[in-house]
């Protein structure tokens, strides 16, 4: 029984390049929450979402970030042009959203690396 | 800024006794609560939850309390274990849950041997 996937677990990015953060959801979830830690902090929110559907993004930088979550295939989070302060680690959580109180179960992160 | 926060940063305990991590939120609106273990390297790890309408709850050597009149909620961990050394958050649900979970700034718990 898997629980939520994220690759790569390490990313190494230059200024200005993409960067591509994968998410597979805990088998028979639908609610996929994407997640930003910098060092010695907490979590902080970025983007709900649910397939094909965007719920929440209210956590998401205006520009060079977008989130995905296919009907087939893991999320997607996408940041263009990275900069350094984008370093970071990104969590993703998943639920199963059927009822009012869902637990998040959270992937082991992905490491980014801006240099 | 962040509707939960931590009063300490870090916690040292000896082995054996109990540890009490506190917490403070400001968003009378939230009514669902969780506490999440972040070791080293790792995603955090679910804990305990609350809801609004309970004051405590129990679990395998962990308790956690909520005051609601002064916006304030607790883990105690019994019998603390060197394996509980981590990053402990509270967190609390916008909206009745699995939605947008707001996370405080973490306390870090060393456990003396």
């Known amino acids: 029984n898997a629980g939520v996937m994220q690759n790569p677990r390490h990313l190494v990015r230059r200024r200005g390049q993409e960067a591509r953060l994968r998410c597979s959801p805990m088998k028979g979830h639908s609610h996929v929450y994407w997640y930003r830690q910098l060092p010695e902090e907490g979590l902080k929110f970025m983007v709900y979402l649910q397939k094909e559907n965007i719920i929440d993004e209210s956590g998401m930088p205006k520009e060079r970030f977008s989130a995905e979550f296919p009907k087939e295939g893991p999320s997607i989070l996408r940041i263009q042009q990275v900069v350094r302060g984008d370093s970071a680690a990104y969590f993703c959580a998943s639920s199963p959203g059927l009822a009012d109180y869902n637990e998040q179960f959270f992937g082991p992160g992905t490491r980014l690396t801006v240099l | 800024g962040e509707n939960v926060g931590l009063h300490l940063p870090t916690l040292s305990v000896q082995e054996g006794d109990n540890s009490i991590i506190n917490c403070a939120y400001s968003?009378?609106?939230?009514?669902?609560f969780i506490w999440y273990k972040q070791e080293s390297g790792k995603g955090p790890q679910f804990i305990i939850d609350?809801?609004?309408?309970?004051d405590k709850r129990q679990g395998q050597r962990v308790t956690v309390l909520l005051n609601k009149t002064v916006k304030h909620l607790s883990l105690q961990i019994a019998a603390t274990q060197p394996g509980d050394s981590a990053v402990y958050f509270c967190a609390e649900n916008e909206e009745g849950g699995g939605f947008k979970t707001i996370f405080g700034a973490g306390t870090r718990l060393f456990v003396k041997a």
């Open positions: 609350i809801r609004s309408n309970m």
């Open positions: 968003n009378s609106a939230s009514d669902y």
